[in-house]
């Protein structure tokens, strides 16, 4: 059964009508990409269009006009370029993307109203937004996605006669690497707020990943600052869309079977646990309030896709001025806003103060252990540090002297001081060093894994100049748990 859709008259690709000769699609650009590009391109022929994408439409136009390597060249990227009527299955993906971008528009609109500047798109694709939103003109959007999509996106920009922004910024770099280091040498600016678009990649991540992911976010966001993303609470199945033809069926399964388990957390508890206040509603909500009809994948009792907003506080205000001019007042970290690092095991830690917020001069997190009933001696050779004890009873070494104690217990750890603790019952403890540097390993750590190699560890105990005591090999990162 199909639906119809009511779309403007589209041109013919120039290609297929001179017959030229095609060239190949460059490799490392996802189907997936495509799909979407297609969808928004069908979108905005729409007569009652939520947007109008001409990057997209320029997308599907240069893709019909080269020969497909990818792993997935025999699955089209759409519906005939020239129905009006589109099947269930065309109709879901097309409505689902349609809307869910739409819904990213407006938190990006929303933000910029507000007064934040600095964007960034994660996996951005062909993605459009820095030039057809019409952003202030000092506004700066980071694209960050692969070499391969951000030199083909470019290709298509100049066939849709795109004008380049001045401030929209590509960032080549994958999302398996140190994307963080890429953006950040980009111009990008972590101490002021900015919006973060996570759209269409969190479904196809592992809960670990999906974590390491925020957390990075996390990391980079100053207070004020926004992100919009979405991911299914269960995977939904390929019987759960109708098809027509073998064509359809394998469209909808291959979408599906690029389906990983995504947060393990619902929605609101898990952007909560990252230190974001959440917004969240869901597709079906989203496509209902533009007066579509629902499509079968997202009727009741079928998994739910949940669009989310969520909001890092503002900083603390005197007589409703920004903390930044008021400077010498200071600020204020609320409970559980800080960054959240798990370094592995049942062990992790809350980043409240780095370094480069107060010119090197200390940093602190507080620390949450699980019962440690071995920890490697270690010294720090930058910095000394202090460990005041909230929660939990402490065994602690430093060079010859031992202590031992619970809450209030205060220990000082000189620069260069070999030292270890455990604990017995686990507990929370308040770590202080000075100068700063304490937390930067920790924070690198975080976006390690909870498995990094010998190397990797080695290599930062090298960078920060930590050493392990008769051992090599030994660091302050090997605890072990009980239970």
Known sequence: MGRRVQQREVRQDPLRETGRDRKSLPSGIGWTGLLTAHMRAVESRRKDRLFDDPLAVA???????????????ALPTGPDRDSGDLTEAW????????????FYDERVLAAAAAGIRQVVIIAAGFDSRAVRLGLPVDTTVYEVDTEPVLQFKEEAMDAARLAPSGGRRPVAADLRGPWAEALTASGFDPLRPTMWLIEGLFMYLPPEDSDRLLDTVTRLSADGSRLALEYFDSTPRQDHVATVDETESAVIGR???????????????????????????????????????IPQMFQRGRPRDHPLAGARPAALTKEGHDVSNWGA?????????????????????????????????????????????????HAHH?????????EGHYDFRVGDATFSGGPGTVVVVPKGSYHTFTTPTGGRALFVSSPAGNEEPFLEMGELG?????????????RFHTTGLGDEEASWRQMHSEG
């Open 59 to 73: 997308t599907v136009d240069l893709v019909h006009g080269t020969i497909r390597t990818d792993p997935d060249a």
């Open 91 to 102: 109709y879901m993906l097309a409505t689902y993307l349609g809307v869910r971008t739409r």
């Open 329 to 377: 007042d200071g600020w204020a970290v609320a409970p559980g806003k800080g960054v959240r690092v798990e370094p592995g095991g049942n062990h992790w830690l809350e980043v409240i103060v780095r370094g480069k917020e107060v010119d090197d001069a200390l940093g602190a997190f507080v620390f949450t252990h699980d019962v440690i009933t071995e920890n490697p001696p």
């Open 450 to 462: 909870p498995q990094p190699t010998p190397e990797q560890l080695a290599d930062l105990n090298a």
């Open 382 to 390: 930058d910095f000394m540090k202090i460990i005041y004890v909230l």
């Open 255 to 293: 979408v599906v079977n690029f389906f990983q388990d995504g947060p393990a957390l619902r929605p609101a508890p898990w952007l909560e646990a990252h230190g974001w206040e959440p917004d969240a509603t869901t597709i079906a909500d989203e496509i209902a309030s533009h007066g579509r009809d």
